[in-house]
């Protein structure tokens, strides 16, 4: 990726925390700003597994994508097999946790298909209990916080760097 403008690939877990836990828009809507910004550029995608989940959890946070503009990609055969393959690998990536996320796979296989940066709130992970970061690793995909796709970018929301 070195020269090119990075693109972003985002697991559930990022945009729920963001919206929820730290970066609420009533608090920041500069940061929501960047991030549609990001969205128009074709730069932060996410699988359309992630719509599903998010239509699940957060409906205001469904919404707010419909205005900003749509950050999912379709579904298509070969999302499909390469999420498959990556399911054979590792088969417990979707058991592993109690809300058992079925996108996990689609957001590896999406920054996989298309040279993306992985962006997951998600931590660690064993061959045993395999999550986003442990599996991108193994594939040499690049995997990133919110926070750091923030830092990465430079974006600076309410402040100035010091």
Known sequence: ???AVPIYCVDTS??????VERYPIDTFPPLWDELATLIAAGRLIAPEAV?????????????WFEAAGSPFVKTDAALIAEAMRILQMHERLVMES?????????????????????VTEEHGGTAAKPKIPFVCNGY?????SLL??????GIVIGGRRR
């Not at 990022?14 to 919206?19: C, E, G, L, N, R």
């Not at 109690?98 to 996990?104: G, I, L, V």
């Not at 040499?140 to 990133?144: Q, R, S």
């Open 1 to 3: 990726m070195t020269g």
């Open 51 to 63: 719509q599903d989940e998010l239509d699940k959890k957060s409906k205001d946070l469904l919404d």
């Open 148 to 153: 750091d796709l923030l830092r990465t970018e």
């Open 140 to 144: 040499g995909v690049p995997c990133l």
């Open 98 to 118: 109690k809300r058992a996320s079925a996108a996990d796979p689609f957001v590896i296989a999406l920054a996989r298909t298309r040279g993306c940066i992985v």
């Open 14 to 19: 990022a945009f729920i925390a963001a919206w």
